[in-house]
């Protein structure tokens, strides 16, 4: 049996929660945690927003976020315990014997200098490795992980990369020295189906030939079921069920496991009669300076229906939603709503028709002012809308609180004491307070675990039951399209590619590219990542 090099003993993790107006109490995150890793294994991690799944990542490198800490248990890496070693002990660790890919690459790069340099830094800073060996291990991790121009890549910047590349390259950073652990923090929540193959294949390459160590932290049980080979369940703060994947996946003991397995084939009925045409797309053409994103995509959106927007990154989903919005004028074609043509500035749209179409951002965090209250929030909308102040604003916001299934003390709350699904539910609120006919939903589930997706996904069916407004919901998520979607309409490098009823895009004979999308949408088994590798190689030796 393979020597543990990670050994973890009844973790607990506190943070120090400040109330204003009350003494600091602690808060309990994780407890009562235990797991060993040894080296070249992978443990997953999965649960729910709040489950512990980062923190306990992060403590594999002696970390807490902010106010957080380790106050009881052990960790050790190596045979170092991490708990109570100085800072200067844990920074030889960190760089060198244990590495951290982070959820966002786009965040954890600097944009002014070039990701070689970036990449190469901790291993000169360790003196593992001279400028020259570090550059030229680096091209060889390129080369492994499918970069392109590997002997030239790292002369890019940031920006010149794609979501995908860019998430490789911090894989590389954290390979570069040599670290006997990984810690993979979602890596892949953020990419389409297709480029989160290509990064799932790399990873797991990179770990076979490297015999590094890792935990994989990750929301998605597909996902996780294709690189751990042992998976940890969590939620609250503690194991609810811990295991090899084959167990966990075909045999799981607990029910809320069971919950997790099962989330993946929700299935929304077909749709009525789509003929009634609230919004329409004709022909539209946009982009930015000289680079054409949108060529010349036409679809509609029937009153009280979800249509799903799906495709890859850079294939025009989010623009196609700026253009609607008035964000982005188009160059050629028009949105029309309800029949009548709407100005293709924002700032030339009347207040009605601002009010008719809103928008659900992918990432609640960045699009609530944190200084706000969420009564503030909800009741922004109502006063400019409807012109709502007072006793009669509060009353609306008490409302909305209700039809989110929030409690109405949730208005006195700032965003910051909110869970993930807590605030993506408000986001819908201060949607729905404007009552308008279309909501755009970007991403919305994206960056939240399975089950807090579903409530949300759950949530908006309701909404639109009582309601009768319609949707435009943008993902990259086949099992959410089949979930909620009455009309799906595929994108590809600005084309619409396919489009109809559900069950005819959903069904064969399919395009090239739809097929290849449907293809890369992980399925809860071991062994699939690798029939979708083979299969890719046997078709690009076939061209």
């Known amino acids: 049996m393979a020597e543990d090099l990670l050994r973890v003993r009844d973790l607990k993790i506190e943070a120090e929660m400040h109330t204003p107006g009350e003494t600091a109490r602690m808060l309990t995150i994780v407890e009562g945690v235990s797991f060993d890793l040894p080296k070249g294994r992978v443990l997953g991690l999965i649960g729910e927003s709040g489950a512990g799944k980062s923190t306990i990542g992060l403590s594999a490198l002696g970390y807490g976020r902010g106010s957080v800490r380790i106050t009881g248990g052990e960790v050790?890496?190596?045979g170092t315990q991490l708990v109570g070693l100085s800072q200067r002990g844990l920074r030889r660790l960190r760089g060198a014997k244990v590495c951290y890919v982070a959820q966002s690459a786009a965040a954890a790069f600097n944009?002014?200098?070039?990701?070689?340099?970036?990449?190469?830094?901790?291993?000169?800073?360790?003196?593992?490795l001279t400028r020259a060996q570090a550059h030229e291990r680096a091209a060889g991790l390129f080369r492994t992980l499918g970069l392109p121009d590997p002997e030239s890549f790292g002369r890019r910047y940031p920006h010149q990369v794609s979501g995908g590349q860019l998430q490789r390259a911090m894989t590389v950073m954290a390979l570069l020295p040599s670290p006997d652990l990984i810690v993979f923090d979602e890596p892949t929540t953020a990419l389409d189906v297709t480029t989160q193959i290509d990064v799932l294949v790399a990873i797991k390459r990179a770990i076979e030939e490297t015999h590094t160590a890792a935990i994989y932290v990750t929301h998605d049980l597909a996902v996780v079921a294709q690189v751990a080979d042992d998976i940890m369940v969590l939620r609250h703060g503690k194991t609810v069920e811990y295991g090899p994947v084959a167990q966990v996946m075909e045999s799981p003991r607990e029910d809320y496991t069971r919950?997790?397995?099962?989330?993946?084939?929700?299935?929304k009925p077909q749709a009525p009669d789509q003929s009634d045409r609230l919004l329409t797309v004709d022909h539209v053409e946009a982009g930015y300076s000289a680079v054409k994103v949108l060529d010349g995509v036409s679809l509609h959106l029937p009153k009280g229906q979800t249509l799903a927007v799906v495709g890859e990154s850079g294939s025009g989903k989010s623009t196609l939603a700026r253009v609607i919005t008035g964000l982005l004028p188009p160059r050629h074609g028009r949105i029309t709503f309800k029949g009548r043509e709407l100005p293709a500035r924002l700032d030339a749209r009347s207040k009605e028709q601002l009010r008719q179409i809103q928008m659900i951002y992918q990432m609640a965090d960045t699009a609530m002012n944190p200084r706000h209250t969420i009564g503030d929030i909800l009741g922004r909308p109502l006063t400019f809308y409807f012109g709502l102040r007072g006793a009669k604003k509060a009353t609306r916001v008490k409302e909305l609180l209700g039809a989110i299934e929030l409690p109405e003390h949730f208005a006195g709350r700032y965003p910051a004491e909110l869970s993930g699904g807590q605030k993506q539910r408000v986001a819908i609120a201060r949607a729905l307070a404007a009552e308008p006919e279309v909501i755009l939903c970007d991403e919305p589930t994206s960056a939240l675990d399975p089950l807090v997706a579903d409530g949300i996904l759950k949530l908006l069916q309701k909404l639109q039951a009582e309601t009768h407004v319609s949707y435009l919901f943008i993902t990259h998520d086949i099992a959410t399209v089949r979930a909620i979607a009455d009309s799906v309409a595929v994108m590809h490098r600005g084309?619409?590619?396919?489009?109809?009823?559900k069950d005819q895009v959903l069904s064969p004979p399919f395009d090239d590219y739809t097929d290849l999308l449907l293809k890369s949408v992980p399925e809860m088994r071991i062994g699939w990542l690798e029939e979708v590798r083979d299969a890719r190689r046997m078709a690009a030796a076939g061209n």
Not at 259 to 267: A, P, T
Not at 495 to 501: H, I, K, Q, Y
């Open 76 to 78: 050790t890496l190596g």
């Open 111 to 128: 944009p002014a200098f070039r990701l070689g340099d970036q990449i190469v830094e901790a291993a000169l800073k360790h003196g593992i």
């Open 259 to 267: 919950r997790l397995v099962s989330m993946r084939h929700r299935e």
């Open 495 to 501: 084309r619409l590619v396919r489009f109809g009823p």
